[in-house]
């Protein structure tokens, strides 16, 4: 099974709807990140959270909020959403227990937003 | 401000040399990725560097030079599996991850 998982896989959806993103890990990392990709840009850092009471923002805050369930869960909502926001999304952990940690990521979803 | 610089494409072919090169201007600097994505995947990783010097791992090596702000990733004995998105990545200061927007390189016959 894989060790990060992101539902769902591919979403489209209408300007203005509520949309939510599931993020799922089973490396027991404390630390989840919401990234962004669109093409030419590179990876693009929405929010990010270091445990289960720590919430913050990245670059890209803006038109997003999360919610860090538990340990191994970590949602990003677009509470209404807009054209620009069509991009792949990745969701990854890391342990945070050294600088060298390497960000382990999922296999993204896929959002347009029509 | 914040920057990675990659060229956007490469084309090599198989069984020959490829570097990849990024430069970065960031605000402070604690290391430096190379990550590998294909298209429609999620970026894995390669190489990680701190210090200046060549780190060689099997086919890949990834160099840094901190006073240039520069490295490059060098792929050796290119395979088509080798066709891919290479995301350079420096983590700053505040030990958050600063990515390049990726070189798309692509290996032919």
């Known amino acids: 099974d894989a060790d990060v998982t992101q539902t769902p896989r591919n979403r489209i959806t209408k300007t203005g709807k509520r949309i939510m993103l599931e993020c799922s890990q089973t490396?027991?990392?404390?630390?989840m990140y919401w990234y962004r990709q669109d093409p030419g840009l590179g990876l693009r850092l929405i929010y990010y959270?270091?445990?289960?009471?720590?919430?913050n923002k990245g670059e890209i805050s803006d038109g997003y909020s999360v919610s860090r369930q538990a340990q191994a869960k970590f949602s990003l909502s677009l509470e209404s959403a807009i054209p620009n926001q069509t991009a792949l999304y990745f969701c990854?952990?890391?342990?945070?227990?050294?600088?060298?940690?390497?960000?382990?990521f999922g296999p993204g979803t896929r959002l347009t937003v029509l | 401000g914040q920057n990675i610089d990659q060229p956007t494409e490469m084309t090599a072919t198989e069984g020959a040399i490829v570097q990849i090169n990024c430069t970065y201007q960031?605000?402070?600097?604690?290391?430096l990725f190379w990550y590998q994505q294909h298209a429609g995947e999620a970026p894995t990783f390669l190489s990680y560097n701190v210090l200046d010097g060549l780190e060689e791992k099997g086919r890949f090596s990834s160099f840094l030079s901190r006073s240039k702000g520069y490295s490059y990733l060098l792929l050796k004995e290119l395979q088509m599996k080798d066709s891919a998105s290479y995301l350079c990545a420096v983590m700053d200061s505040n030990y958050q991850l600063i990515w390049g927007a990726g070189t798309k390189l692509i290996i032919k016959p």
């Open positions: 960031t605000s402070g600097f604690n290391g």
């Open positions: 490396k027991g990392h404390d630390r």
């Open positions: 959270s270091f445990d289960v009471k720590d919430i």
């Open positions: 990854a952990t890391t342990s945070g227990l050294a600088e060298t940690d390497t960000q382990y």
